[in-house]
Nanobody, 116 residues
Framework: QVQLVESGGGLVQPGGSLRLSCAAS????????MGWYRQAPGKQRELVAS???????NYADSGKGRFTISRDNTKNTLYLQMNSLKPEDTAVYYC??????????WGQGTQVTVSS
């Protein structure tokens, strides 16, 4: 199983940008799908964006046009570029890796706070 470590969270003003990174402990080439989820206080964890090994990308409506997910298999890293951030984007963001038939792995999360 792969270990995932997120970074890049922090405090940002509304309208600002952040780039989250998720570093995997080993090669992500064989991972079928990777994604970003988030969980706000008192709410369920929800999908933000996902990307398959074949490059298929899916965004939740909340992030369409503002967020961009990408993966760099050479660096074993998943990214989430977040622009035009809103207070409602405040949450803990989690990285996820799914190798079909083998495992589903989660990172420990990184806090994103959007506030003036």
């Amino acid at each position: 199983q792969v270990q995932l470590v997120e970074s890049g969270g922090g405090l940002v003003q509304p309208g600002g940008s952040l780039r989250l990174s998720c570093a995997a402990s080993r090669s992500i080439v064989s991972i079928d799908a990777m994604g970003w989820y988030r969980q706000a206080p008192g709410k369920q964890r929800e999908l933000v964006a996902s990307i398959t090994n074949g490059g298929n990308i899916n965004y939740a409506d909340s992030g369409k046009g503002r967020f961009t997910i990408s993966r760099d298999n050479t660096k074993n890293t998943l990214y989430l570029q977040m622009n035009s951030l809103k207070p409602e984007d405040t949450a803990v963001y989690y990285c996820n890796a799914h190798r079909i038939g083998y495992y589903v792995a989660w990172g420990q999360g990184t806090q994103v706070t959007v506030s003036s």
